[in-house]
């Protein structure tokens, strides 16, 4: 179930209450309502009040109003929320920040749409599931089937300009994302993925005596070699996830 509770501005690319939008201009131009699952509505709003998310919301309005092209679409920033429900999930994967070539990022880590041809990344990705548990190199590098089986596709920072890798890391994305992995932390028997030291560390806090966690190198084409193939991380999540009676993952 989805509730609504923002809409975008798309002449700021960000979203804003709907009590902050009656003093707008009627001809200021609104698109579609943005959706956020019921079950991280209920534990993530009171984010949406905080400082550091209105520090946030002005970075990403002064920036698009200096022209710059963000992405993904403001649509597809809470994506990962939104098509991995809180009480779905039973695995998490941490990336660092959206690709930021045209056409590549809308708001699952690693994945791109239908149609985009596959980063070198996730290549490696594929080429140790084949390794690993015999699957086919897929044709296609969108990993929604994945998201929608409980596979979280958490990116640390949800946007990024055009061209600019990192461009918006430390604006407060971090603190969001934190508190969306402290919320899985609550959970129990939830499989990590940490893929490089990025990921270590955004996942230091997570309780590995309750929940499998897993390290390694990242899949990227200069460190991928030899760490990250031969590591067995999605026969291991299956694995654990059977062995707690939870329904495996069909990457």
């Not at 902050?20 to 993530?44: P, R, Y």
């Not at 899949?219 to 654990?240: M, T, V, W, Y």
Request: glycine residues 6%.
């Amino acid at each position: 179930m989805w509730i609504k509770i923002y809409k975008i501005l798309l002449s700021s690319c960000f979203l804003l209450p709907l009590k902050d939008l009656s003093g707008l201009a009627m001809n200021m131009e609104l698109e579609n309502t943005v959706k956020l699952d019921k079950s991280w509505l209920q534990e993530l709003e009171p984010e949406f009040k905080k400082q550091y998310m209105k520090d946030l919301k002005f970075f990403l309005q002064s920036e698009k109003k200096k022209g710059k092209e963000i992405y993904p679409k403001g649509k597809d920033m809470f994506r990962a929320l939104n098509l991995t429900p809180l009480d779905q999930v039973k695995a998490v994967i941490i990336g660092q920040d959206p690709y930021h070539g045209p056409s590549q990022a809308h708001g699952l880590c690693f994945s791109v749409p239908e149609g985009v041809s596959i980063p070198p990344s996730l290549q490696n990705i594929f080429k140790e599931l084949e390794n690993d548990i015999g699957l086919a190199k897929p044709s296609s590098g969108c990993l929604e089937s994945w998201a929608k089986q409980g596979v979280l596709l958490l990116n640390s920072v949800l946007s990024v300009e055009k061209g600019l890798a990192n461009s918006h890391s430390s604006k407060g994305w971090e603190l969001f994302t934190d508190s969306v992995i402290s919320k899985v932390n609550e959970k129990e028997a939830v499989v990590f993925l940490l893929w490089g030291n990025y990921a270590a560390q955004k996942g230091k806090s997570i309780d590995s005596n309750k929940h499998l966690v897993l390290k390694s190198v990242h899949p990227s084409p200069l460190s991928a070699h030899p760490n990250f193939f031969g590591n067995k991380h999605f026969s291991k999540c299956n694995e654990f996830l059977e062995s707690k009676g939870i329904s495996p993952i069909d990457w």
